[in-house]
């Protein structure tokens, strides 16, 4: 379904202490097209769109950036680790080789 | 009602379809898949890791990385991987970037992942696409530039590489 492209869910821990490193996973709907090959079996060279870089912010600071090339999965899911110094936002930005962007945030609370 | 409901959220799906059309070849789409392309490349291994790090000499970190993938992955086509790195996160001394690489997969060089001392920790995961059944390698390069790293051998029932 095109209207769930872009869709964006991240998961993070609850019950966080200062101090605590926790993990954050992330996933975006994004469907990926299959490789065509033509009668003699070479592949079809197509413009393939795919999730080619994905950048987390936490508190408005970089943590971690992929980037990835056409070997990574449809739909993909990354996760990752950060260092919860203060209650704040998380926000995860997908950027797929069309110029898509899909962004999707979660905020860290102390227990 | 119910057909108006259909048309609306059909003309919605149209309408950002269209914007993302329009910003793709304005912005973002051309260098974003240039870069990409940069990044993999459809190569053997040996000239991916020669391409990429040069010549220089990787230690083995089987003891340091903990490369985490199920021995067996019965669809190719969404594999997950984690890779974790028992190393320091200060500022002083970090893992500065993990990289995933497929040995068969037609682009071996699945990603790579930035990542800074506020990480905390050394961990990152992601899914992957395996063609056939390969090794998959974590390479781990910290701040002072040391290459380490691990494989692990994954056995592929059904490639996901559109074979």
Redesign the interface.
């Known amino acids: 379904m095109?209207?769930d492209i872009g869709k964006i869910r991240i998961r993070v821990p609850q019950n966080v202490k200062a101090g605590d490193?926790v993990?954050v996973?992330c996933l975006v709907i994004h469907p990926m097209e299959?490789?065509?090959?033509d009668p003699q079996g070479k592949?079809i060279d197509k413009?393939y769109n795919?999730i080619?870089?994905v950048t987390a912010t936490?508190l408005g600071?970089?943590?971690?950036?992929?980037?990835?090339?056409?070997?990574?999965?449809?739909?993909?899911?990354?996760?990752?680790?950060?260092?919860a110094t203060a209650p704040g936002r998380v926000t995860v930005t997908f950027?797929?080789?069309?110029?898509?962007?899909y962004e999707g945030s979660a905020d860290i609370t102390f227990a | 009602m119910g057909m108006n409901m259909t048309r609306r959220s059909m003309l919605e799906a149209l309408g950002a379809l269209g914007v993302a059309a329009a910003t793709g070849t304005l912005a973002v789409g051309a260098p974003g898949r240039a870069e990409a392309q940069a990044l993999g490349a459809q190569e053997s291994v040996q000239d991916a890791l020669k391409r990429v790090f040069g010549g220089r000499p990787m230690k083995d970190g089987a003891g340091m990385i903990k490369l985490d993938i199920a021995p067996i992955a019965e669809n190719g086509a969404v594999v997950p991987v984690s890779v974790e790195v028992n190393a320091p996160m200060t500022p002083a001394s970090y893992v500065k970037s993990i990289w995933i690489v497929a040995d068969k997969n037609r682009i071996p060089i699945i990603t790579r992942a930035t990542l800074t001392p506020d990480a905390g920790q050394a961990f990152v995961a992601a899914n992957v696409r395996l063609g056939e059944t390969t090794d998959v390698r974590a390479i781990v390069e910290q701040s002072d530039g040391t290459l380490l790293v691990a494989k692990r051998e994954v056995k592929v029932t059904v490639g996901g590489c559109g074979g």
Do not use: C
Request: charged share 25%.
């Open positions: 095109a209207s490193v993990r996973r299959r490789i065509e090959r592949v413009n795919y080619t870089r936490y600071k970089p943590v971690v950036t992929f980037d990835l090339t056409q070997s990574v999965s449809e739909n993909p899911a990354f996760s990752f680790a950060l260092k950027v797929d080789t069309h110029g898509g962007k």
